[in-house]
């Protein structure tokens, strides 16, 4: 057990977090009425009561530590795009309009339903006691009381109740649910015949007449965008260490002041025998406990080669009992603290007095140690070098920010200056007015193209202001040559002009000819027997274009051989002949699970259509200015 829990402590205070806590995320563990209903920064209003821009971006920043908690290698800036912002805000304004509902309709939870929840739902096991009652200290690890959880649950319980009346009580009889499951699932036996244009390109030959009047069909698709070509300059701390020397002495220096970064853990290995005596346990047992801990110990003092074997059958720590005690290395904070101050005051191959702990009694035998040395200077100089430069850098660049943006302003003609009094590398590119599938670094930031785009870099090639393109990094770019939006001649895209028309002339030629075998086929059904064969549904699409699929699903079964066409547009024409159909494929599901799957997708679609109807009965309304807010939100 102790072995167990020293492994397992990260994973229950996990189950804490993600079993319980996120679905008080949005409005933490205040009641309905203490909204509060200022309309400073509103974003959002339900039910006469403000969301303030502050709450929003608290609730996000929650959002995002616990994607975080989840997803530890995630890039951070997937978790913080205007998308997920508007996504924490929506989930927001459902809490509130769910809690305004409950407020309304009187919905409560009763000291008894509170406690019979807590005691038999298995997702708050990791809370409960062995005797029923709350783990008051996993609570205070997440910052709640006993009663701040209370009240939390009470509120989500009474939440809860707002949409499960409704969904509890969807009835979908057979006759029902069957033709809905035959729509998704039912396959039907075709035969098929495919009019591909890339077959009938050798058969069409565009005049020049034809090429030029297409041309002026279609003018705007043979439009060059506008474009520059810029020189760009990017300041960040990046930059700035490239221009920093540091000295030996402050090197050393460093060294000497961070010692503890540049020593290796101290960890220890130790084996031991657990005696349990819980806190619950009567004195009397206790007291037995420890008397069969110290004759154990007596033993092990006698014979310290047979503390293996007696652990294995004494002690009370299954989890290392079965390796004669041994937990292997561990490191300071894995432990617990009378533990961990015994086995780290002990020297190798020392058993220790009796350690009590919560767990019981203990008897220690250190069996190796390692770690705690100081790596030398010489090994770790390149690390350090970098990490003083790094800081340096960043202290400077505030300073430096400000030299920029003066400087591309006040001599706004050239970025020569800036180059030079920042000793800045000058880059150049060919942008227009969105950032190129792609983009990286400055380039990617649409708030510097708008910027270049401005009408006074485009007419008077200036310098843009200073532009923030990311945390701590800063850009400014000017237009060496703008070349503005114009239509390209047809000399110049008569290939690309041929080729389309060449494509609309063959896909023209192969939905004539389909056209004319489904007239046949629809005269005699069984004149022409197509050349491919499959099976197709929904569930089993066999590469078949999701047209096709739904005109041969689309077909009335009482009349078959059925034919039908589709067309395919760019890439030609299909006929299909509907020869049988069969029945749904036993190895999707199994009926029962499909027929639970429909209801539960009736429910949530009920719910849907009644949480919608309470956001009209509330009012509520996510203010227009949310979006920008959510676009212009600083990335963490």
């Known amino acids: 057990m102790f072995d167990f829990v020293r492994s397992h402590t990260r994973l229950f205070q996990g189950l804490l977090v993600l079993l319980i806590f996120p679905s008080f995320v949005f409005f933490g ?63 927001m304004v459902r809490e509130r309009v769910l809690l ?33 009652s709350i783990n008051r200290d996993l609570l205070v690890a997440q910052g709640m009381s006993s009663e701040m959880f209370a009240q939390s649950l009470r509120q989500d319980l009474a939440v809860r109740q707002v949409l ?20 998704l699932l039912q396959r039907r036996q075709v035969q098929m015949q495919r009019f591909d244009t ?15 009047a297409f041309y002026k069909a279609h003018e705007a698709s043979f439009r060059a965008p506008e474009q520059a070509r810029i020189e760009y300059v990017v300041l960040d701390p990046q930059v700035l260490q490239k221009g920093l020397t540091v000295s030996e002495d402050d090197l050393q220096r460093y060294y000497a002041e961070n010692a503890s970064r540049y020593t290796t853990a101290e960890e220890r290995r130790a084996s031991h025998i657990l005696i349990k005596a819980d806190k619950d346990m009567s004195a009397d047992d206790r007291k037995k406990a420890k008397a069969k801990a110290e004759a154990l110990l007596e033993q092990v003092r006698k014979s310290p080669q047979q503390f293996a074997e007696l652990a294995k059958k004494n002690s009370d720590d299954p989890g290392s009992a079965e390796r004669g005690g041994d937990l292997d290395f561990f490191g300071r904070g894995a432990m617990v603290k009378p533990f961990e101050d015994a086995v780290f005051a002990m020297k190798p191959g020392e058993i220790s007095n009796l350690v009590e702990s919560d767990f019981g009694y203990h008897i220690i035998q250190l069996t190796g140690q390692r770690g705690g040395a100081k790596k030398s200077f010489e090994s770790v100089r390149p690390e350090i070098e970098s990490e003083v430069k790094k800081q340096l850098a960043q202290r400077r660049y505030a300073e430096a920010a400000e030299q920029f943006t003066n400087t591309v302003y006040e001599q706004s ?22 950032p190129a599938p792609g983009a990286t670094g400055p380039l990617a930031s649409a708030k510097l193209l708008e910027a270049v785009f401005g009408n006074d870099a485009v007419h008077n090639k200036r310098n843009t202001d200073a532009v923030e393109v990311g945390p701590s990094q800063l850009a400014s770019a000017r237009i060496v040559e703008y070349m503005p939006a114009r239509t390209l001649p047809l000399a110049e895209v008569k290939d690309q002009v041929r080729d389309r028309v060449m494509a609309e002339q063959a896909a023209a030629l192969a939905k004539k000819e389909g056209q004319a075998l489904l007239a046949q086929l629809q005269k005699s059904p069984d004149a022409v027997t197509l050349p491919d064969t499959a099976v197709i549904g929904r569930a089993a699409a066999q590469g078949v274009p999701r047209e096709v699929i739904d005109a041969v699903l689309g077909v009335d079964a009482g009349k078959l051989p059925a034919p039908v066409g589709v067309d395919l547009g760019a890439q030609g024409y299909l006929v299909a002949k509907v020869m049988q159909v069969l029945p749904r494929d036993p190895a999707v599901a199994p009926e029962q699970m499909l027929q639970g799957q429909y209801v539960q997708a009736i429910a949530n679609a009920e719910m849907q259509a009644y949480y919608t109807a309470l956001k009209s009965r509330y009012k509520a309304e996510v203010k227009p200015r949310a979006s920008a807010l959510a676009a212009s939100a600083p990335a963490r």
């Open 29 to 91: 563990v205040q009641g309905y009425s203490r909204f509060t209903d200022g309309t400073a920064a509103q974003v959002a209003e339900v039910d006469g009561r403000g969301i303030t821009q502050m709450e929003w971006d608290a609730a996000h920043q929650r959002n995002v530590e616990r994607l975080r908690q989840q997803m530890p290698n995630v890039d951070v800036k997937l978790l913080d795009t205007p998308a997920m912002r508007l996504q924490t805000l929506d989930g």
């Open 100 to 132: 305004a509902a409950a407020d309304h309709l009187h919905l409560s939870v009763s000291d008894e339903q509170l406690q019979r929840v807590f005691a038999t739902d298995p997702q708050f096991a990791p809370l409960r006691n062995p005797d029923g």
């Open 164 to 183: 499960q009346g409704i969904g509890a009580t969807v009835v979908a009889p057979k006759a029902v649910v069957d033709p809905s499951l035959d729509a």
């Open 198 to 212: 890339q077959a009938y390109r050798a058969k069409v030959k565009p005049s020049d007449a034809e090429i030029e």
């Open 413 to 434: 003609d050239s970025l020569q200056p800036v180059i030079d009094k920042l000793k800045l590398e000058k880059h150049t590119a060919l942008v227009q007015r969105e």
